[in-house]
C-alpha cells in the first residue's frame, strides 16, 4: 500500500529576487495562461549545481522527480548541501506547491523542517502542543491522551507552561519532535533539525522514529548528513544529486553510492604546496601499506606521523602514531623523506575504506589530510565465508573457540 507518490514534480526558483520575479514575466505568463499554453518560463532555467556561475535567472531546485514510497518505509534522503533535499520534504509536506507534477499522499503529515515548525513563539509550549495537533487533525480528546507521553519524552515538563520563545533551541526542538514524533499522523518527515539536539536526545529521537518506522508500522522520511543513524534507521534511501534522483533503492546502496561519489576514489594523493607531498595506501596480501613523503623543513622539530582508517560512514575502525607506537628508528630534525608503516592487524572485511593522517611534532599538528584517500580491500579471504557481509561490522577478528 502506497503512502507517498510522486510524478514527475519540480521545482523552479528565480535567482537574486523575492517572488516570481519582474512584472513583464507576470503578464508573459499570465497571456500564456489565457491562451491555454504552457509558462514560457518553464522551458528555461538551470540545474541545481551550487558549484558554477551560470547565466540564467532560473534554477531548477528539482527536476522530473518520481518515486514511490510504501506504507511503513524509512526513507533515508541524502545528498550533498544545495541537492534539494529539504525543498522536496517542504513539496511533500505541503510548505509550498510543486512548479510541475503531482504528489498523492495517504494519511496525516507531521513535518519537523526546522527548528519550531509550526509554533507559535508567544505560546506556551503547552498551547502549541495543542495547536500542532489541531493543525495535524487531532480531536482535543485525542491530544489529551497523548499530552502527558509528549511532554515526558521532551524533558521540558518545567517550562510547558512558558512562551516558547523563551526556550533555547535545543528545548524547541526537543518538543517539536516530541509532539510531531507522538501525535497520530501516518507519514512523519523529519529534516536535520535533530542535529541541533545534544547526543542523548538524538539517540532517543532515532530510537523513536525507529519505533514509529518498524512497530506502529507508520512511513518516516529523514533528512541527515549522518550515514550512520542513516543506516539504522532507513530501510530505503532517496540520492539526490543537482535536483535529480540519482538512486533510488535499498538504503545500503544508496549510502554506498553517495559515498564513491562524494570521497575521492584514489589511493594515491600528489601535492606540492604544504608538509605533505604524496600519501598513499594499498592493500599487500593481507596487509595495509601507508606511505608519507613529506618535507618538515620550515619546522625545527622532530616529525610524527599518525592515522586512522573510517568506513565510508565516517565510524572510526582503527588508528594510531609514531608517539604511541615508538618504532625504533628516529627521525632527524627539521628533515624531509618518506615515512611508511605496514599495517598488519586489524584484517578488515572487503570494501572501501577512507585514510585521515596528521604529521606533526607529537603535540601540534602541522597538517592534516582529513578522508581525502580511498581504498580498497580485496580478497581477504576468511575461509570461505563471504566477507563482504559487514551485518558484523568492519573488522575480522582473530578468536579461538572452545568446547568442554
Not at 65 to 85: C, L, M, P, T, Y
Not at 117 to 145: C, D, Q, S, V, W
Not at 197 to 225: N, P
Not at 296 to 310: E, V
Request: charged letters at 25%.
Amino acid at each position: 500500500m502506497l503512502a507517498l507518490k510522486a510524478e514527475n514534480i519540480s521545482k523552479q526558483y528565480r535567482l537574486g529576487q523575492v517572488g516570481t520575479g519582474t512584472l513583464s514575466h507576470d503578464l508573459n505568463r499570465l497571456w500564456a495562461q489565457l491562451r491555454g499554453k504552457e509558462d514560457p518560463y518553464l522551458k528555461i532555467g538551470e540545474a541545481n549545481d551550487r558549484t558554477t556561475k551560470g547565466n540564467s535567472d532560473y534554477v531548477w531546485s528539482l527536476r522530473d522527480i518520481h518515486f514511490e514510497i510504501e506504507q511503513g518505509d524509512a526513507v533515508g534522503i541524502i545528498g550533498r548541501n544545495g541537492a534539494g533535499k529539504s525543498t522536496l520534504l517542504k513539496l511533500l509536506s505541503k510548505v509550498t506547491k510543486p512548479t510541475t507534477g503531482k504528489i498523492f499522499t495517504k494519511g496525516r503529515i507531521a513535518s519537523l523542517l526546522e527548528v519550531g515548525t509550526g509554533f507559535h513563539p508567544e505560546m506556551t509550549g503547552r498551547e502549541n502542543i495543542y495547536l500542532n495537533g489541531a493543525i495535524l487533525g487531532m480531536t482535543r480528546k485525542e491530544i489529551t491522551r497523548k499530552f502527558d507521553e509528549i511532554v515526558d519524552f521532551s524533558g521540558v515538563e518545567r517550562y510547558i507552561d512558558t512562551p516558547v520563545k523563551r526556550y533555547s533551541s535545543g528545548m524547541y526542538v526537543r518538543l517539536a519532535f516530541a509532539v510531531a514524533a507522538h501525535l497520530e499522523s501516518e507519514i512523519l518527515i523529519v529534516d536535520e533539525v535533530l542535529a541541533v539536539g545534544d547526543a542523548e536526545f538524538q539517540k532517543k529521537c532515532l530510537g523513536k522514529m525507529g519505533d514509529v518506522s518498524k512497530g506502529e508500522g507508520r512511513t518516516v522520511l529523514f533528512v541527515s548528513h549522518n550515514m550512520d543513524s542513516v543506516s539504522k534507521l532507513c530501510n530505503k534511501g532517496l540520492y539526490l544529486k543537482n535536483g535529480q534522483i540519482e538512486y533510488d533503492g535499498d538504503i545500503e546502496d544508496t549510502i554506498h553510492l553517495y559515498s564513491q561519489e562524494f570521497f575521492s576514489k584514489n589511493n594515491f594523493l600528489k601535492k606540492e604546496a604544504g608538509i605533505i607531498k604524496e600519501l598513499k595506501v594499498e592493500q599487500k596480501n593481507t596487509n595495509i601499506e601507508l606511505t608519507c613523503k613529506f618535507d618538515f623543513g620550515s619546522f625545527q622539530y622532530r616529525p610524527y606521523l599518525g592515522f586512522t582508517i573510517t568506513d565510508l560512514k565516517s565510524n572510526t575502525i582503527c588508528g594510531t602514531n609514531m608517539k604511541i607506537t615508538k618504532p625504533d628508528f628516529e627521525i632527524p630534525l627539521a628533515s624531509d623523506g618518506t615515512i611508511s608503516c605496514n599495517i598488519e592487524y586489524p584484517k578488515l572485511m572487503d570494501g572501501e575504506y577512507l585514510l585521515s593522517v596528521w604529521l606533526g611534532d607529537g603535540l601540534v599538528d602541522y597538517e592534516a589530510i582529513i578522508e581525502e584517500v580511498m581504498f580498497s580491500v580485496k580478497n581477504m579471504k576468511v575461509l570461505d565465508y563471504p566477507s563482504t557481509i559487514h551485518a558484523n561490522g568492519c573488522v575480522i577478528p582473530e578468536v579461538s573457540w572452545k568446547f568442554k
